[in-house]
């Protein structure tokens, strides 16, 4: 489902909408005595009011505070005739990274996302938009905000129309980038959010091979036979045990004038049961979204195609269903990965950096300057980090500040973590050159990284992201952010291409 914003010049005053948003600020003491602050697009909606909009606010209890939502009738001074006010504190314009960038952008989100309902199918935003980046940061939130997923619903509506009031030379583009950072966003939102049942290997797979077509990016698929004859022994050995079998999808995009390379690799298990090492039930609900850092790469690749940064771009989709069939590969079993590293399976529902640590070995073909890959990993990073911060690795501790960087550019809460070297020999086996998984729990997130160092061909710069609470959001929408799939990472991917080609990384 794809999300759209248009621009005009028109009026506040004159605009026709089933709603206009404006936004309302507080002084910059934070302190909010009545003497709430109208910028630019409410001051014209104050006028065509006649005034008296601050105290009407004030008088229904609005203190400005960041996202706080209040709304009055236009009752005939405006084409709109409802009016919502949107808490924006103190933000005023927003720096890209700033915090006052995701004041604004989860101000737009939540206003449209509260608003939005079968009366309100359209929206006007009169909102901060003066500067590129709070264009940017404006029209993506709103955008962000106005995702909807219908797929399953008999009832269904398609997203609200969004029109943001804005003028200047700044605006094409700005508004232009958002527009592609939203559909990246969604388009992850949107695989993220979509069954097991329709979402497996393949079908990833061939919505990949469209997003190729449509981007004009290079596609390559290795099918199960493929994946065979490669020696691809992780990814096949967690997507035994299903009858949807496994994938490899190799994405690149080229700069004819870039002499740099980034590889992304995605972790993509379209479900993960845990295997022969069953999840309990609970733990299983979210588990479609075990998908998402394929996602994100896919979603990356699309945006990168349209915003043309000066790098090379190759991205990675190990996809594969992990299930416990007949066929299912055994707590203690023996693979061997791409490369020939032999890996003990001692427990099955640590499939993730078994599917990851071929498409890790495989990147040392295309000589990257830069290694990204990215996962919902494991459970202990959100017991360290919670739902909202990825923890960011690095074999280089420059290149993990780089990252976290990055993040923040792009908007994202992402905290750097260290790979302690004594948690390394707890991958010791027995038999094998390593074991899946250490017999303490301890620093589980970090352990699971140190795996991954494994396979990172020998003088390569490498970050792992793992984002297993991010990518799904289970409790209520807050600012531009849905419940189920967030999108988490994709905007950072970006960042990261970017910054790559800028040098910064
Ligand atoms: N996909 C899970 C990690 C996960 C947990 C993602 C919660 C999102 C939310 C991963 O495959 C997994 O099961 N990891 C195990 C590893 C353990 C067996 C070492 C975990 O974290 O429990
Ligand atoms: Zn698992
Ligand atoms: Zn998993």
């Known amino acids: 489902m794809t999300v759209t914003l248009q621009t005009t010049n028109s009026a506040a005053r004159d605009v026709s909408a089933d709603a206009i948003v404006i936004a309302v600020g507080q002084d910059a003491g934070g302190q909010s005595t009545g003497g709430l602050v109208l910028p630019p697009g409410a001051q014209d909606v104050d006028a065509a009011l006649g005034g008296g909009l601050a105290s009407t606010l004030s008088a229904l209890g609005a203190t400005g505070k960041p996202e706080e939502i209040t709304r009055i009738a236009s009752a005939g001074k405006l084409a709109a005739p409802v009016i919502a006010a949107v808490g924006i504190g103190t933000a005023t314009t927003a720096e890209p990274g700033s915090n006052d960038a995701e004041i604004l952008r989860r101000s737009a989100g939540a206003a449209v996302r509260s608003l939005a309902s079968p009366k309100i199918r359209s929206i006007?935003?009169?909102?901060?938009?003066?500067?590129?980046?709070?264009?940017?940061?404006?029209?993506?939130?709103?955008?962000?905000?106005?995702?909807?997923?219908?797929?399953?619903?008999?009832?269904?509506?398609?997203?609200?129309?969004?029109?943001?009031?804005?003028?200047?030379?700044?605006?094409?583009?700005?508004?232009?980038?958002?527009?592609?950072?939203?559909?990246?966003?969604?388009?992850?939102?949107?695989?993220?959010?979509?069954?097991?049942?329709?979402?497996?290997?393949?079908?990833?797979?061939?919505?990949?091979?469209?997003?190729?077509?449509?981007?004009?990016?290079?596609?390559?698929?290795l099918d199960d036979t493929a994946l065979a004859a490669g020696g691809y022994g992780g990814i096949r050995g967690v997507g035994q045990g299903s009858v949807h079998p496994p994938?490899?999808?190799?994405?690149?995009?080229?700069?004819?004038?870039?002499?740099?390379?980034?590889?992304?690799?995605?972790?993509?298990?379209?479900?993960?049961?845990?295997?022969?090492?069953?999840?309990?039930?609970?733990?299983?609900?979210?588990?479609?979204?075990?998908?998402?850092?394929?996602?994100?790469?896919?979603?990356?690749?699309?945006?990168?195609?349209?915003?043309?940064?000066?790098?090379?771009?190759?991205?990675y989709l190990p996809l594969a269903e992990n299930m416990p069939g007949s066929s299912a590969q055994r707590p203690s079993d023996v693979i061997t990965m791409y490369g020939g590293t032999t890996v003990e399976v001692l427990n099955t529902d640590a499939e993730g950096r078994l599917v990851l640590a071929d498409a890790l070995?495989?990147?040392?073909?295309?000589?990257?300057?830069?290694?990204?890959?990215?996962?919902?990993?494991?459970?202990?990073?959100?017991?360290?980090?919670?739902?909202?911060?990825?923890?960011v690795m690095a074999n280089d501790d420059t290149v993990r500040d780089g990252i976290v960087a990055a993040a923040t550019r792009a908007g994202e809460a992402?905290?750097?973590?260290?790979l302690p070297e004594e948690l390394r020999k707890g991958l010791d086996s027995k038999v094998a050159d390593l074991a899946n998984v250490a017999a303490e729990r301890d620093g589980g997130m970090l352990v699971a990284g140190l795996f991954l160092r494994e396979f990172v061909p020998d003088g390569v710069r490498w970050a792992h992201l793992d984002i297993a609470g991010p990518a799904f959001h289970e409790g209520e929408p807050y600012g531009y952010t849905p419940k189920g799939g967030t999108g988490a990472a994709v905007r950072t991917l970006v960042q990261i291409a970017q910054d790559v080609a800028d040098g910064r990384l």
């Open 124 to 221: 006007a935003l009169a909102l901060p938009a003066d500067d590129a980046a709070s264009a940017e940061a404006t029209a993506l939130g709103a955008m962000l905000g106005s995702y909807y997923f219908g797929r399953y619903r008999s009832n269904g509506h398609p997203a609200a129309e969004l029109t943001l009031l804005a003028s200047g030379a700044h605006v094409g583009p700005a508004v232009g980038r958002a527009q592609v950072l939203a559909a990246a966003v969604t388009l992850v939102r949107d695989l993220v959010n979509t069954s097991p049942s329709h979402l497996y290997p393949e079908t990833f797979a061939a919505q990949a091979g469209e997003i190729a077509a449509s981007s004009g990016l290079g596609i390559d698929v």
């Open 414 to 418: 992402m905290w750097p973590m260290p």
């Open 247 to 315: 994938r490899l999808v190799r994405l690149s995009y080229q700069h004819a004038e870039a002499s740099r390379t980034v590889v992304f690799i995605g972790k993509g298990i379209t479900f993960d049961s845990g295997g022969l090492s069953l999840k309990p039930p609970k733990a299983m609900e979210t588990m479609k979204s075990d998908m998402s850092g394929a996602a994100a790469v896919l979603a990356a690749l699309q945006a990168v195609a349209a915003l043309k940064p000066g790098v090379n771009v190759i991205g």
């Open 361 to 391: 070995a495989r990147s040392g073909e295309d000589a990257p300057d830069l290694l990204v890959d990215i996962a919902t990993l494991t459970g202990a990073q959100v017991v360290a980090l919670g739902t909202r911060v990825s923890g």
